[in-house]
């Protein structure tokens, strides 16, 4: 059975990589019918964050990927690597160092003045004598001395690390008996029966440290696949600026879950030309192995083009809950909210457009576009909008945009003008500008009432 899992450190917030990372590796054991597990890595104590944390966890119920199995925090499990840690300790695969900083520190500057690559050079590793005194030991696995470690990628194929140019006996506990990163990560996923690794590519030189730990506690290695970076539209590594941002803050920018998944599994995979997926096509179709060897770019552009079809295709009863729980937005007594939700969801690409535009349409205007003032007011404006006003005023049924289409209508043929003779200083003085829904929306939205007190204002005021 396809194991996978996302391990995230809670010492800030879960940005669109690692989300990318935890969709793939959901993806692929829900395709094999296997589990998807989810583990914290929070045994960093001093930068961890209960907060950060938290995020996290609200990023997955907010997007629906659920853990399999209960959450794994690895702070709650020391007695767990202490034991291994003893264990290959016993076996005389690791062992106490007694090295100090300074001693190090010597040895590092040492090596760099002979232009050698800095490591530990072994002094401790057969080591037989009495321990020095006043020295908290750290512990060290022995890794090989010689060879090559092979790491079998379902992305970059494999690769061969030589062992002098990359490994000495790293550290496995620090000297108050912490363990390590890449022996808790090894620990961790061997224990919880992880088959497959999908990860970044920034993890691909921890692999063979990990392996070292698989090899000397009799683990078997998982399956690795190392999932090139991303890179914005400078193939530079995303910046807050470019979309590193916390996931959570997709939400209060209006974007949906399903366009920000359908967004990330696009970066890096395809199935031939086709851009919308749906989860299930999505678990239907994806393949680790089809993720692209070369980083993949981030383009805003493409996120809003799809968080804009799935907006359109959402029912008004959802859009309408999501504007009043995400942004408290009300719209639950407005009789005219189905015209203005329909009409607003084929102009939105977020949400929180449809909050902006709504306000623009059910507010009056404060003030009014200069440049457009100019564009629209010229000549008989005035008159015409006199005229439509009357119109207007003199009708009883007004329920549906055709309705005051065909006031508009009537006053076009009855002056024998084009549309923006009246168009252009009709919304400029229901909406303070040029642009927006159409003009008959906005007027079934507001009401005739409305709409002449509006007309009243720009009259006076413009």
Same mark, same amino acid.
């Given at each position: ?20 990372? @935890? !969709?793939?590796?959901?993806?692929? %054991?829900? /395709? ?6 989810? +583990?914290?890595? #929070? ?62 520190? @010597? !040895?590092?500057?040492?090596?760099? %003045?002979? /232009? ?6 072994? +002094?401790?590793? #057969? ?62 996923? @061997? !224990? ?271």
């Amino acid at each position: 059975m396809v194991v996978t899992r996302f391990a995230p450190s809670p010492t800030g917030y879960l940005h669109i990589g690692g989300l990318r990372t @935890a !969709l793939f590796s959901y993806l692929w %054991a829900r /395709k094999n019918g296997g589990k998807f597990v989810l +583990r914290i890595e #929070d045994t960093d104590k001093a930068r961890n964050s209960e907060e950060a944390a938290q995020k996290i966890l609200q990023a997955f119920t907010w997007l629906g990927l659920s853990s399999d199995e209960e959450i794994v925090y690895q702070s709650q499990r020391d007695d767990i690597y202490r034991k291994y840690i003893q264990q290959l300790l016993d076996e005389n695969k690791a062992y106490y160092c007694y090295m100090t900083k300074e001693e190090l520190d @010597a !040895l590092r500057e040492e090596q760099q %003045a002979k /232009k050698e690559r800095p490591r530990y050079d072994g +002094r401790y590793r #057969d080591f037989s004598g009495t321990p020095p005194k006043g020295v908290e030991p750290v512990i060290r696995i022995k890794a090989p001395t010689s060879g090559t470690i092979t790491v079998h990628d379902g992305i970059k194929g494999s690769i061969e690390f030589k062992v002098e140019d990359m490994l000495d006996d790293f550290i496995i506990a620090r000297s108050d008996g912490s363990p390590t990163y890449n022996f808790v990560v090894a620990v961790d996923d @061997a !224990l919880m029966g992880i088959t497959d690794v999908i990860r970044g590519d920034d993890h691909l030189s921890n692999t063979p440290k990990q392996i070292v730990v698989y090899n000397a506690l009799g683990f078997e290695v998982p399956k690795f696949y190392h999932v090139p970076m991303i890179h914005n539209a400078q193939g530079k590594k995303l910046s807050k600026r470019d979309g590193a941002t916390d996931v959570m803050e997709y939400k209060k920018m209006g974007y949906l879950p399903e366009a920000l998944l359908n967004f990330l599994v696009r970066l890096g995979w395809s199935h031939g030309d086709q851009e919308i997926f749906s989860l299930e096509e999505m678990v239907s179709l994806f393949d680790p192995s089809d993720i692209n060897r070369s980083a993949s770019i981030y383009n805003v552009e493409k996120l809003d083009w799809l968080n804009a079809h799935y907006i359109k295709n959402s029912s008004n009863e959802r859009i309408e809950r999501l504007l009043e729980e995400d942004f408290g937005f009300i719209l639950s007594s407005h009789d005219k909210k189905e015209v203005l939700l329909d009409a607003l969801k084929e102009r939105a690409k977020t949400l929180k457009d449809i909050v902006d535009m709504a306000q623009e349409i059910l507010n009056p205007p404060s003030q009014y576009d200069p440049k457009a003032v100019k564009k629209a007011f010229k000549a008989d404006a005035k008159e015409i909008l006199e005229d439509f006003k009357n119109t207007l005023a003199q009708k009883e049924s007004l329920h549906l945009p055709v309705d005051y289409h065909d006031v508009m209508e009537e006053v076009v043929q009855k002056r024998q003008i084009g549309f923006g003779k009246i168009g252009q200083p009709l919304r400029v003085s229901l909406l303070g500008k040029l642009g927006g829904p159409g003009l008959d929306v906005v007027m079934t939205v507001i009401g005739k009432e409305e709409t002449i007190a509006r007309i009243d204002k720009a009259l006076r005021e413009l």
